[in-house]
């Protein structure tokens, strides 16, 4: 399944957005993992998400992803550098 | 007593259209603007609120709406970033005037639509901001970095109701009235999670922009129009004063959009 990776920021506990993000994903046929979370501790602090999302097709993840911007979500940009090797060509 | 910012109709038309409201067909009677929005300044003058005005400046017709210059909070600014081409001319006028008064005027990244107190209304412990029509949800976090508050998101789901500041109002009790309808069940949900008591609005006086309202204490200025809000509004102990608003209405604007708080709380712990 293609996939991709969200960051979501902010009040997104109080604001309702991160079970609103992740009810967007399963009412589009998507999945999602929550990779990271981290939840404010005071009431002016803003928490983080990490989500990993896949969708049936690259069509409807990428529908699902313009919707989860408009909800305030990033595209996460994973480093080159910790990009996964990739695997040796078993023919070489 | 309130400070309060408004800015006098010389340059009000209707010259665009950029919400449901607007009609170049429909324009503005020019007497019955200056004297309803005489009438608004003289109902608040009365009401022991300070009244600064900014210059009203040809070519921004909107700009009679300081609603949407900003939000102040003690001595910062945090100037709009207008979605809209036509209303963006008003930003520089509305932070120059703020600036010469003594704020510190601090931008929004350009990249973030915000639409100021139209957008961002204090109620209760937190800072409730529309998002969608007109700001970004974005915009709220920066909003949040600044000024180190909390900030309730909702998304508004009625072109109608644009602005947050057209469908919820936060009264000096800690309730508020709202528009259940302009806003999706997630920002129902959320303005019920942190504000008790609310009141909510039928849908037809929601649409002669009751909610669009100043309060000041237990004074509330309101679009006339509303006679079942009224009526609950003074049981609970408020005094309503009722204006004419329908050349504004014209523009989707009427009480609110054409005030401005300075600032709309000295912090956020207020």
Redesign the interface.
Known sequence: MPSETIDLRGHIIDSLTLPKVLDSILTEGGNFKIVEIKIGQKRADQSYARIEISGPTHEKLDSMVLRLRELGAEVTKIPDAQASPPRPDPAA | MRNLLLCAPDHYGIEYEINPWMSRARGADTPLVQSQWKGLHDALSTLNAHIDLVPPQPKLPDMVFTANAGLAVGRKFIPSNFRHQERAGEAPHFARWMEQHGYEVVWLPQTLYFEGEGDALFGA??LFCGY?FRSD??S??AV??IL????????LVDPRFYHIDTCFCPLSDGSAMWFPGAFDE??Q??IR??IPNLIDVSPEEAARFSCNAVVLERDIVLPEGAPKLVTTLTERGFTCHPLAMTEFLKAGGACKCLTMFLPQRES?RD
């Open positions: 412990d937190a969608k949800i974005n709220h976090r949040a970095d180190r508050c909390l900030v309730i998101s909702v998304e997630y920002g949900r959320a999670d942190h956020c």
